[in-house]
């Protein structure tokens, strides 16, 4: 029943950020508890760190979903595993421990199963980081995982030599994983003004439709003359609301267009940019990269390559060296 008001009592639409921080404070609480507990003996911390368990998985996935659209009604299920989890604690020590299990495997699942979506489906955070945070999420799901098999090892090891190696190898995994979540929370950031709208169905079909066309257009028009895609904290959802148009209608359209994702679609137009300074001022590579909506240089200098080939540095050389000519 908590669970069940905490839902519909709170809006979980607008708090990426929040969700980040309260993940990493988890998993370092959690974290030190695994260290209490196995490298001190103090046998108090045990249950701390059991009802912590089943949070942290749940937390990571609703994480991560918070960058895809709104947390509300259907979408909040995952909140229902905790008490089960706990209900498990509470009957059966041996039930709990393969529930955890359970647990930890299929949302390191879904986790994966989010990130082999790819970039598009993380419409509230800036396309700038789209490929970090995608890995990000991967990387969350594989531990998550890995977890799971570490669980799976500690009942054994348990059962079959008394848990002699449990310390060492929890430890171990614990901090591996605090780490990777503390580093996968730092790109998995929401873009601080995006608001919410409800997608439309996606269609299907491979080849552009008229309704693409349009769309394609009014991108064309919007970068032109506005330059919106300079913004470095240009989001999907930003760049639809621009529009007036559902995120996946958006999407969509430029899949099927150009066969980018938003990304590089957005990427390709800061590089023709980034092109034009490169031979018509004497500005710095990192200025130019800043003046063309790339927040780090070194997403500059990867999209750069993808896009032309050559690295700036080699492509004002040549392209200097041609108009000297």
């Known amino acids: 029943m908590v669970f069940v008001w905490f839902a519909r009592s709170h809006d979980l639409s607008h708090r990426a950020h929040q969700l980040f921080l309260a993940l990493v404070a988890l998993y370092a609480t959690q974290s030190l508890l695994i260290t209490v507990r196995w490298g001190y003996g103090v046998l108090g911390a045990a249950p701390l760190a059991a009802l912590l368990a089943p949070v942290l998985p749940v937390a990571a996935y609703l994480s991560y979903s918070a960058l895809t659209g709104p947390l509300k009604g259907s979408r909040l299920w995952p909140l229902i595993i905790i008490p089960l989890n706990w209900f498990g604690l509470s009957v059966a020590r041996d039930m709990a421990d393969a529930m955890i299990l359970v647990t930890y ?46 669980d799976g090892y500690v009942i054994y090891d348990f059962m079959f030599n008394d848990g002699q190696h449990v310390g060492l190898i929890v430890g171990f995994v614990q901090s591996a994983f605090a780490l990777v979540i503390g580093i996968c929370a730092a790109f998995g950031r929401v873009s601080p003004t995006a608001e919410f709208n409800e997608d439309t169905p996606v269609d299907a079909a491979d080849r552009p439709t008229e309704q693409d066309t349009e769309v394609m257009a009014k991108l064309e028009e919007l970068f032109a ?12 959802r930003r760049l639809a609301r621009r529009l007036g148009l ?63 080939g050559t690295s700036p540095s080699k492509w004002r050389t040549e392209n200097s060296d041609s108009k000297a000519a």
């Open 246 to 308: 559902p995120d996946r209608r958006v999407s969509n359209a430029i899949n099927r267009s150009c066969g980018l994702s938003v990304s590089q679609f957005v990427n390709n137009y800061r590089i023709k940019d980034a092109c034009r300074l490169l031979t018509t001022t004497q500005d710095t590579i990192l200025a130019v990269s800043l003046a063309a909506g790339f927040a780090t240089k070194s997403n500059f200098n990867r999209e750069f390559i993808r896009v032309t």
């Open 105 to 150: 495997l299929v949302f390191g699942a879904l986790l994966i199963r989010l990130a082999l979506k790819g970039r598009d489906q993380l419409a509230l955070s800036p396309l700038e980081n789209a490929r970090e945070i995608v890995l990000a999420i991967a990387l969350t799901g594989v531990i998550l995982v890995v977890s799971a098999l570490t």
């Open 225 to 236: 003359q506005a330059g919106v895609h300079r913004n470095e904290e240009l989001s999907l």
